[in-house]
């Protein structure tokens, strides 16, 4: 349930058209409006979508509950938060913060429900196209395809119908509803039997439905009357089936109605006919438990049936997030991207989302295998590098140049040896893209290193990506300043490194555009 009603969020964040994606986020224990609040929102307009619907009854005051008004209030500011990042933020980010802001995980009980929404959210991942989903139906055909839930390991516990079940066996099999009516079967218009004649062949009977106002065929009723027997016969075998599933224990579940005898005491009425309860009515009947109503009671054929609200798992409507815990008494935390913020004001956007897009397809490339990666392939992919571009954020003016860049940046790469050197996933300890946390003059840094890897002759490399271009025509000199003004971040890095492992570390920056690759002694580097 956990999983569905996160698909239900998803396919309704995405799609504001998808009405039973809707009410089931509506439905979904953090809402959980009831039945009829449901109704008094939606029953009157069937045509627009959802979302336009709650805007305008939540600022018409719409006549729902008071606990359904309260529940609204949480949830209308949620949804347009999220619909105002779509396309900005990866699918994941955008639908698990959604989850979050919601109180999602407040209403989880068990571990297994985190695990399955867990595993739900990282399908999201598999299924982003730029913060977006192509085809949301690909999601619920990929959950469908899964064995037992979205959480780790096998589920203790599979539903399925009798006839998948054929086959297999179960140390228990609990078979339920036994009793509900089946399916009403329509007549046919052409009732059919496949006989034997007398001269040993196969032969077919067939008798057409009467036509309205006429009186049916009493052929087509002998074997509308042979079908229904057949099925009986079906219908029992399927319940053979069913119940030596079971190796250790079989536990069948029916209900049964309680109605006075003609002797003013109470019986068992008999069970709906074609029913699986009927097939074993012969033997249960005399067995089964009969509790009358308690005294006092109306008569149970005068008495009218009153209807109560099923009881789902929702959160409170006053519910609200509890207060943050109080922050540790450590040395204050600093990320080395802050300290370095003023040192590259002059840094514009679209160049930083240009470099973030080349980080990450750096490390795809490492990890996927540069030899699987060609001019041809990257020029192809530029479709994907804009949409990761636009969901950074990035203005329409300088879209085409920061995708310019990202293309220039890999190409240059995979094109230099010294680079496909670099991105090669045969070193020892190879890692990139590695958070590092470390203690710095009392403080703490939160440190992300591009690339690392032990080279054969025993020494830990740590390379630094900086993906800029340089349009003089010193390149010599502004190699040498780069070196310098990146001295600081790189004793950083290197410190982190040096905590962790005992190799000597060397450090050099890799210019992708530039083809140039600079090792860099801090010993000799003035900070």
């Known amino acids: 349930s956990v999983a569905q009603d996160l698909l239900a969020l998803t396919r309704a964040l995405l799609h504001p058209g998808d009405r039973l994606a809707w009410i089931g ?6 809402c959980g409006l009831s039945l009829l609040d449901l109704h008094t929102l939606l029953a009157a307009d069937l045509q627009r979508p959802v979302p336009e619907i709650l805007r305008e009854q939540s600022a018409q005051s719409a006549p729902l509950s008071m606990d359904g008004r309260r529940s609204l209030a949480r949830l209308l500011p949620v949804i347009e938060r999220t619909a105002r990042a779509r396309g900005r933020r990866a699918l994941r980010d955008l639908i698990e913060g959604a989850w979050l802001d919601l109180a999602g995980p407040a209403t989880l009980r068990e571990e297994a429900e985190y695990e399955s929404a867990e595993a739900f959210l990282r399908l999201l991942e598999s299924v982003d196209t730029g913060g977006d989903c192509a085809e949301p139906g690909a999601l619920l055909e990929r959950m469908t395809s899964r064995k037992g839930s979205l959480g780790s390991g096998e589920p203790g516990v599979q539903v399925m119908t009798m006839h998948k079940a054929k086959g297999l066996e179960f140390d228990t099999v609990i078979l339920p509803g036994l009793g509900k009516r089946p399916h009403g079967r329509d007549a046919s218009l052409l009732a059919s039997l496949d006989v034997i004649l007398p001269s040993g062949e196969q032969g077919t009977i067939l008798a057409p439905m009467a036509a309205v106002g006429e009186q049916q065929d009493r052929l087509y009723d002998y074997l509308a009357a042979v079908e229904r027997r057949k099925q009986a016969a079906e219908t029992r075998r399927l319940l053979y089936v069913a119940c030596t599933r079971a190796k250790t224990s079989l536990h069948v579940l029916a209900h049964a109605t309680v ?10 009425r008999r069970p709906d006919a074609g029913s699986l309860l009927e097939c074993l009515w012969p033997v249960l009947a005399a067995e089964a438990p009969i509790h009358p109503p308690e005294s006092g009671a109306a008569d149970m054929r005068k008495s009218e049936r009153t209807w109560i609200q099923p009881l789902i798992r929702r959160l409170p409507p006053q519910w ?11 040395p204050a935390s600093e990320t080395l991207a802050q300290t370095e913020k003023l040192a590259y004001e002059w840094v514009s956007n679209w160049a930083m989302c240009a470099g973030s897009v080349v980080h990450y397809w750096l490390k795809v490339i490492t990890e996927k295998g540069v030899e699987d990666f060609s001019a041809r392939r990257i020029r192809a992919d530029r479709p994907l590098f804009r949409r990761q571009l636009i969901s950074l954020g990035i203005s329409t003016d300088d879209l085409e140049r920061a995708t310019d860049r990202v293309v220039d940046a890999l190409l240059g790469v995979i094109a230099d040896e010294r680079g496909r050197w670099i991105l090669s996933a045969a070193h020892a300890q190879s890692q990139c893209e590695l958070p590092l946390t470390t203690l710095h003059n009392g403080r703490f840094r939160n440190v992300v290193i591009d690339r690392t890897f032990v080279a054969p002759d025993g020494y830990r490399w740590l390379i630094d990506y900086k993906i800029s271009s340089h349009e003089g025509g010193d390149l010599a000199a502004f190699l040498v300043q780069e070196a310098a003004r990146h001295a600081e971040q790189l004793r950083t890095y290197r410190q982190a490194l040096t905590a962790l492992w005992n190799e000597p570390v060397r450090s050099a920056l890799y210019f992708p555009l530039l083809g140039e690759f600079v090792e860099v002694s801090l010993d000799d580097v003035a900070g």
């Open 25 to 30: 986020v509506l439905r979904a224990p953090w």
């Open 259 to 268: 109605i006075p005898d003609d002797a003013d005491g109470w019986c068992l």
């Open 320 to 330: 609200q997030a509890p207060p943050a815990a109080p922050a540790l008494a450590a």
